[in-house]
């Protein structure tokens, strides 16, 4: 399922970021936000290495906070920072 | 958290002999049970809450939600509302198609080019999609429907500037005009592959009681792995939209094509929508209870058809929840993707994983993919 990460960008380079969420940190193409003003400390909602969509602050702790309830749950993995979940063994 | 792995894909694996492929598997590791986190959950929590989960495809499955719990609680939506979700659909559908074929497609040596002729339409296409799923959301009074109206021209015009056509006497296959973005990858669909395969066996309404009963009996099995006996399932825009015309392009080109017809069918819809604030959604959303306290919400989306169905309990509190993603259908490991790779010659020459990889971003999954070529032992 498409599943989207929120990530805080730490360092743009052009189109591509490095973002950072949970400690895991991944390369991002800001490809689709290029016309938007995104920097350091930025929030952005990750889908397959691509930046989809500017977050503030609120709402990537908004999406994080449900991730967190989703993680509590046994059996469920760990969200990857590519936007993905390893899969549940029920 | 560990990172080793690359959960969360399918995995292609495609073992070769003599160049062409001798077999192919696919295996996914990506989670079909989110939905089980939604138990003990209020019902009216869930639809925003599938709306934040997936980002690419949010307001589609918000409207399956929605439809999904109304019936298991026995609430009738009023049609404005389901007007203004269709319209939410239809603006999501017509944005993911532009956004998956161009981002998602594996370019090669193209890809800087398609890539910087695309942005501007593609941003363009965003903020208008915003703006469009934003107004149909707050309601479909006149000063809405104006708005919607007006923010329709310029996502028409990015699907236009990128290669649509959208004059019907051009035919009902929108061939992208040459020189576009869309002409260089229709270019590329049939570059290295040769195949032919049967008309696609389209997942319609008319399966919807037989999902539903399949996914009754065994949510986290079927989820993960839906079919129905004796099928082999396909959904999305080349199996709705499939006709004789489609069939007499070749096998790649009618998938990409297929898509871009949806694309002007979806823009037609949110035209006629935003004119008269009502729509047809007939084929596009429909839901029904599915026994007592139970309910279901299905929706056809950019990658085609998706299911919800949920049990509430007396407390207006879900008790079981399950989602069929249509990605779960075309690459079910017996599945259309893995029939066609069957089919498969290439052409002399092919670099054997793009190829692959362009007929996999024809199926269009929802996630990504990894491609492992093996040659086979005693070849």
Redesign the interface.
């Known amino acids: ?4 990460i929120p990530m805080q960008v730490i360092h743009c380079e052009g189109v591509m970021a490095r973002c950072c969420t ?3 940190e991944r390369r991002v193409s800001l ?2 936000l ?2 938007e003003d995104i920097g350091i400390g930025d929030y952005v ?1 990750v ?4 930046a ?2 500017k977050l503030t602050p609120a709402e990537a702790a ?2 994080w906070a ?1 991730y967190d ?2 993680l509590a ?1 046994p059996g ?3 969200p ?9 063994k ?1 | 958290m560990h990172v080793a792995s690359l959960p969360g894909t399918l995995e292609i694996d495609v073992t070769l002999a003599h160049g062409q492929i001798r077999s192919a598997d696919i295996y996914s590791s990506r989670n079909t049970g989110l939905a089980s986190h939604f138990i003990g959950k209020t019902g009216g929590e869930i639809p925003q809450r599938v709306r934040q989960l997936f980002s690419l495809c949010g307001q589609a499955q918000m409207a399956a939600a929605r439809m999904a719990i109304d019936h298991a609680l026995g609430n009738a939506r009023p049609r404005e509302s389901m007007v203004g979700a269709d319209l939410g659909v239809q603006a999501e559908r017509s944005l993911e198609i532009l956004r998956s074929c161009l981002l998602f497609w594996p370019w090669g040596d193209a890809r800087q080019t398609a890539l910087e002729a695309a942005a501007a339409p593609l941003h363009v296409a965003a903020q208008a999609t915003n703006t469009i799923i934003t107004k149909a959301g707050e309601g479909l009074g006149s000063a809405n429907r104006a708005l919607i109206l007006a923010a329709l021209d310029p996502l028409q015009g990015a699907a236009q500037a990128l290669g649509l056509t959208l004059d019907p006497n051009e035919g009902s296959h929108p061939e992208p005009w040459p020189g576009s973005v869309f002409a260089t990858l229709l270019a590329q669909c049939d570059q290295d592959i040769f195949l032919a395969v049967s008309p696609p066996d389209a997942l319609t309404a008319v399966d919807d009681e037989a999902v539903i009963a399949a996914l009754q009996a065994d949510p986290e099995e079927f989820a993960a792995r839906p079919a129905l006996k004796g099928r082999r399932i396909e959904t999305g825009a080349y199996a709705r939209l499939w006709d004789r015309e489609l069939a007499g392009t070749s096998f790649q080109a009618g998938r990409f094509l297929a898509r871009l017809r949806d694309l002007r069918n979806c823009l037609a819809t949110l035209r006629g929508a935003a004119k008269t604030g009502d729509a047809d959604m007939s084929t596009s959303l429909s839901g029904g209870e599915a026994g007592p306290g139970q309910g279901f919400g299905v929706v056809e989306c950019a990658r085609g058809r998706l299911y919800h169905l949920a049990s509430v309990d007396a407390n207006a509190c879900i008790k079981a929840y399950a989602i069929v993603a249509p990605t779960e259908w075309n690459f079910h490991p017996a599945g259309p993707f893995v029939e066609a790779l069957h089919h498969v010659r290439f052409a002399p020459g092919a670099q054997r994983a793009t190829a692959i990889a362009r007929m996999a971003a024809t199926f269009d999954p929802c996630t990504a993919f990894e491609i492992t070529l093996r040659e086979a032992a005693h070849a």
């Open positions: 399922m498409c599943l989207g949970r400690g895991v490809f689709l290029q016309h909602m889908h397959r290495g691509e989809l969509q908004e999406a449900m309830e989703i749950t469920t993995p760990e990857m920072a590519d936007g993905s979940f390893e899969a549940t029920n």
